[in-house]
């Protein structure tokens, strides 16, 4: 298969990630969000670099568990059966190592072992034994910490005896090939030259479990080299009792400070209002590192309405246990009934086994069945799915009952000094992330006040991490015309603030400045809503994930209203220059705004400006920009006459042309007649890639080719 074709239905971050040079972009973070495809993009990855001319052999590719490298084989061996990719674990890729000749002598003979090792089960109970032979009580070092190279001097002197012991026997845990593998790449560099001979491509998924170990063995087998290619979610690192260390994502941007990051935000799996919950979550971590996703899916899972109907996530609060199956019982007997769906479309989750074993029997005598898996050929059996979330990550069901949302079951008891105490609830707020991301439809949290826990009946606090019930806010009784001047006050003043703070935000942000003008973009729009009083709603969102934004975007809107600005930023969810009139740099926090996010300020009388739009698209300061192309508002939701400057331009620029169709914003602000609560809506229509229309119809005419076809799409919409 050619390298073009892997390509086909991959977004665009999805694409630059699979085309990443490492020439240009050095090594390569990607993040990526839940749902978002990062099996398939770290695959076809392989896939090209193997289409490209890369030799399969050369590239080695880590996992976590013997069942991911497996499946990740599979897909490879799909286009390429004889494939010699080396997909293994850590544990499986070290053992390969020390077993290997380098110069007539085994691997693991140059580290001291005297027979090959073998990874035994008795291992740990023959330590335990050892460590009180040598005088340490249990617990000083971990089995699995035996052979680590940051013990204080006392420690490894009575250590040693063990060392020789186990180097001797040849048997080993699974940690010990680790660090032995360490020990092998960063003292003996005949053997380091030898291996990164063999591999000139390293690739390593779930990047954020992996532990401080592992991260060795992966910078003494890179080198000083380039080609590192990551995936992971710091969201969904919910390993740290098994000693996976989150950190090694910033230590990634530290250690390699030229190399890319790629966000993958696009989310498959879950409807918008269960992504919105989700983003809710981590709202306050670094701006390096945050993501949000946006919903990929047009029309839900096999097109069954339930995901149509994008219900928000709900809170359940019950007295008791009984009451609390009660509700579940009877809502999965009536979503089968009037969704057609299966008993495996639902799914229970808690934090802990002992919970899991709970609701397993108490569904059972609520008469509903619950999946079990066959001990002779491992297949699961038709039921409701009850698992704890460690065991649910990267699953997913329609319906998601999220149970135990109370104080010391999620998240769960957090003990040690403050900052362990930290570290922990941190952790929980991920587990929790990963359960929330679990449903693809509807989310269900079950809070319950009274429950038995570890032996006796507890009254349960309400869980922190549960969404607050927001009730809309009562109508403003002010005359309309004070609600005006109370809005445009408002809004002048959060500018001006954050004009007035801008140094000390600069100092704090510095590099990571345009980062967070872009979230700041966001946050000000969705402030300019609540001022407004408008309910929007965003419609075919998914649509975005179709455009390349690594080139130019012409965002066409139809134009009622000022509040349509915020609205465009909302529904294409970045930050958009607009195409204004020169009078409007007078006001003075509004211009100092409109220059920051890209504005081109033209005179409209005079015409004849459009070279300042292609001047700025040349030093890059502007690739998006929006567009009215009736020229002014109008005065009501039907489109006025177009103009077809903006569509000539976008042939000049071979521009996507993304519409959006808006309805009710002047009802919002021109035409206001009260204070209450307006719904707008704001829908993403096809893209229409001009650079892909000049391939199939060569010369183009701007009125004939493009703007008729934007307006017919518009009107469709406004319908």
């Known amino acids: 298969m050619d390298a073009e074709s892997i390509l086909k239905g991959l977004n665009a971050d999805q694409r630059a990630a699979v085309l990443h040079d490492h020439r240009k972009g050095a090594q390569l973070l990607i993040l990526a969000g839940a749902g978002s495809g990062k099996t398939s993009v770290l695959t076809k990855r392989i896939q090209y670099r193997i289409a490209s001319g890369t030799a399969p052999e050369k590239i080695l590719a880590l996992t976590f568990t013997a069942k991911a490298a497996s499946e990740m084989r599979e897909r490879v061996q799909k286009l390429f059966p004889d494939a010699g990719v080396r997909l293994c674990t850590f544990h499986s890729l070290a053992l390969f190592i ?89 003292t003996h560099a005949d053997a380091r030259n030898h291996f990164m001979e063999m591999w000139s491509e390293i690739m390593v998924d779930e990047y ?48 390699f400070s030229e190399s890319t990051l790629i966000r993958l935000e696009w989310n498959y799996r879950s409807t918008p209002s269960i992504l919105h919950l989700a983003n809710e979550i981590f709202v306050n971590k670094p701006l390096r590192l945050r993501k949000v996703l946006r919903a990929g899916n047009l029309k839900g899972s096999g097109g069954n309405p339930l995901f149509r109907e994008n219900r928000v996530p709900e809170v359940w609060v019950s007295d008791n246990p009984v009451e609390e199956i009660q509700k579940i019982s009877q809502t999965v007997r009536d ?36 999946a079990t898996e066959d001990e002779n050929d491992g297949a699961v059996e038709d039921g409701i799915h009850v698992e704890t979330v460690h065991a649910s990550k990267g699953l997913q069901y329609a319906v998601v009952f999220y149970a135990g949302l109370a104080e010391g079951l999620t998240p769960g008891e957090c003990t040690g000094t403050r900052r362990e105490r930290r570290k922990q609830l941190d952790e929980e707020r991920r587990l929790y992330y990963v ?51 109370y809005v445009a006050a408002t809004v002048l003043a959060y500018m001006l603030v954050h004009i007035v703070l801008l140094p000390l935000i600069l100092l704090r942000y510095r590099g990571e400045f345009n980062t967070w003008f872009e979230k700041k973009i966001q946050l000000f729009s969705k402030f300019c809503m609540r001022r407004l ?12 994930g179709r455009v390349d934004w690594s080139r130019p975007v012409f965002v066409m809107a139809n134009h009622n209203s000022y509040s349509d600005i915020p609205v465009i930023f909302l529904a294409v969810e970045r930050t958009v220059g607009f195409i204004a009139k020169r009078e409007l740099q007078r006001i003075p926090f509004l211009n100092f705004w409109m220059h920051r996010i890209g504005c081109i300020f033209v005179n409209r009388k005079k015409g004849g400006d459009a070279h300042l739009i292609r001047e700025a698209m040349e030093r890059g300061k502007a690739p998006v920009l929006s567009i009215f192309p009736e020229g002014t508002r109008g005065k009501d939701d039907g489109l006025s006459p177009f103009k077809s400057g903006g569509f000539r331009l976008s042939i000049e620029s071979d521009a996507t042309i993304l519409p959006v169709a808006i309805k009710g914003t002047r009802y919002a602000w021109e035409n206001r007649k009260d204070t209450g609560r307006v719904k707008v809506t704001a829908r993403i229509l096809e893209p229409l890639d001009i650079r892909e229309l000049h391939k199939q119809k060569g010369e183009l005419e701007p009125r004939r080719d493009v703007m008729w076809v934007i307006r017919g799409r518009m009107e469709d919409a406004l319908r």
């Not at 969904?236 to 989150?246: E, K, L, P, S, V």
């Not at 449903?439 to 038995?452: D, N, S």
Request: charged share 30%; glycine share 8%; net charge positive.
């Open 435 to 485: 359960g929330v991301t679990r449903a693809e439809a509807y989310l269900i949290l079950l809070y319950c006040k009274k429950r038995f826990w570890k032996g006796r009946l507890r009254n349960l606090k309400r869980s922190r991490f549960l969404p607050g019930n927001v009730e809309p806010s009562k109508n403003l009784k002010m005359p309309v015309l004070l609600f005006r001047i």
């Open 335 to 370: 979503l089968r009934m009037s969704y057609d769906l299966l008993w495996k479309n639902f799914a229970v989750l808690v934090r802990y086994n002992r919970q899991r074993l709970y609701y397993e029997e108490a569904l059972r005598e609520a008469g509903i069945p619950v």
């Open 98 to 186: 020390l077993r290997q000749k380098i110069g007539g002598r085994y691997a693991y003979e140059m580290v001291g072992f005297e027979k090959p090792p073998v990874p035994s089960e008795s291992a740990g109970r023959d330590y335990l034994e050892a460590l009180a032979r040598s005088g340490l009580a249990p617990g000083v070092v971990d089995r699995e910490m035996l052979f680590a190279d940051t013990h204080p001097r006392r420690i490894l002197a009575k250590l040693d005896g063990i060392r020789r012991e186990v180097l001797k026997s040849g048997s080993v845990v699974f940690e010990d090939l680790i660090y032995q593998t360490i020990n092998l790449l960063e």
């Open 533 to 544: 009083r408008i309910d929007l709603s965003v419609e075919d969102q998914a649509m975005l």
């Open 208 to 255: 954020q479990d992996i532990n401080p170990s592992q991260y060795r063995l992966v910078r003494a087998l890179l080198g000083d080299r380039r080609e590192l290619f990551v995936v992971g979610d710091d969201d969904q690192a919910i390993y740290g009792f098994r000693g996976a260390d989150i950190g090694n994502i910033e230590r990634f941007c530290r250690d």
